[in-house]
């Protein structure tokens, strides 16, 4: 069953988009539930950032080695670059995720602290680029796989 969901792009691409929600459901409860001073819901985070990078990764890669494949100049028109922004933004807030998580994990088993909560701006500007990369990917699937189909 998984290796026909991953084989099928549109498939894997309902797949990505619908778990990307889950995930950022899960983000957002970890950083906001941190930031109210609740103890760091580390098994949560960490999961989750194992799902994104095992799942969401590897869809982002298949998705560039089909473009990459098949349309030679992607950039030429505004979806290409929408597309690619959306690119890079996902990246940096991967690498985000992932920073945050070894500084909230080491703060709270190291001092027992709510990191997010003692970092309010950064967590802040971290939950709005996070929804705008989660928020363009969703509007990408939408206009990839439904309005431009047909």
């Known amino acids: 069953m998984l290796s ?3 084989a099928n792009p549109y498939n894997f691409s309902t797949f990505a988009a619908f778990s990307e929600l889950l995930v950022t459901t899960a983000v957002l409860t ?3 539930s941190n930031l109210r001073g609740h103890p760091l819901r580390w098994k949560l985070l960490w999961g989750t950032l194992a799902f994104e990078l095992l799942v ?3 869809y982002m890669v298949s998705r560039t080695m089909v473009i990459a ?3 030679p100049q992607p950039l030429d028109n505004w979806l290409g670059l929408f597309g690619m922004l959306h690119g890079l933004l996902s990246l940096l807030m991967l690498v985000g995720l992932i920073v945050l998580a070894l500084l909230a994990t080491r703060a709270f088993f190291r ?3 709510a990191y997010f909560q003692q970092h309010r701006g950064l967590s802040y500007l971290f939950i709005i680029l996070w929804l705008i990369s989660v928020g363009s990917g969703e509007i990408l699937y939408l206009v990839v796989w439904h309005l431009s189909a047909g």
């Open 30 to 32: 970890v950083i906001i």
């Open 69 to 71: 494949q098949y349309d």
């Open 4 to 6: 026909s969901l991953f």
């Open 111 to 113: 001092q027992g602290q």
């Open 56 to 58: 969401n990764v590897s």
